[in-house]
């Protein structure tokens, strides 16, 4: 049986996730659009009607580019994701085994890797997701023309001088239930699979 590296799977965790970020931005691109619409006043919604509709209309309106405005972070936070999903749910599974007895990969023993690898890409990508989402959703200033965020790093800076650091961090909790959520139910799911492939 092949043995990944520590380095192998942080590696091959932000490439995965990286690449299949940048494939899947036009569909990130209009889910933000769509949920921030009914946000803004009457007067500056878009008013998309499905996600048709809205892949149409920001093709037609804004270019095939807009699609993969704000693609940098979102390719970004999904490498982190990778990596501290893959690469650290693996070695918590570990730690669990040795200082909690655990069963190694029992429903115990994945749950409680997969909550705590959430914790941390949690925590490190919520800036970018933040990030993400004011570049997906955001508008040209009506007197310059200009779109207030150009880059991740840019976008970051300007949020947390304006409304503070922790603005980053707006909607932590449901962001954590989400991710934690994600990860224990994908691994639970991977492990079922990869017991039934050895058994049958």
């Known amino acids: 049986m ?3 590296l520590f380095s192998h799977r942080v590696g091959l965790g932000a490439l995965s996730g990286g690449m299949a970020a940048y494939m899947s931005c036009p569909m990130e691109v209009s889910v933000v659009r769509m949920s921030n619409d009914s946000t803004l006043p009457a007067n500056e919604r878009r008013n998309y009607k499905n996600v048709f509709d809205t892949l149409t209309r920001i093709s037609k309106e804004e270019g095939i ?3 993969w405005r704000g693609s940098a972070p979102f390719v970004q ?3 982190m994701v990778g990596v501290f999903q893959v690469a650290f749910y693996d070695q918590f599974k570990d730690i669990y085994v040795n200082l909690a007895g655990q069963q190694k990969n029992s429903i ?3 749950f409680c890797a997969a909550m705590t690898s959430g914790i941390i890409y949690s925590t490190a990508t919520m800036p ?3 990030s993400k989402n004011r570049m ?3 508008k040209p200033d009506p007197a310059t023309g200009k779109l207030p965020y150009r880059g991740t790093l840019q976008t970051i800076r300007t949020v947390a001088a304006k409304e503070g650091f922790l603005a980053l961090y707006k909607g932590f909790f449901p962001y954590y239930v989400r991710c934690g959520g994600h990860t224990v139910g994908m691994f639970i799911c991977v492990q079922l699979l990869r017991d039934a492939y050895m058994t049958y």
């Open 2 to 4: 092949l043995t990944l």
């Open 65 to 67: 580019t807009a699609f």
């Open 77 to 79: 936070r999904a490498m």
């Open 108 to 110: 115990p023993n994945i």
């Open 128 to 130: 970018l997701e933040a």
């Open 136 to 138: 997906a959703a955001q």
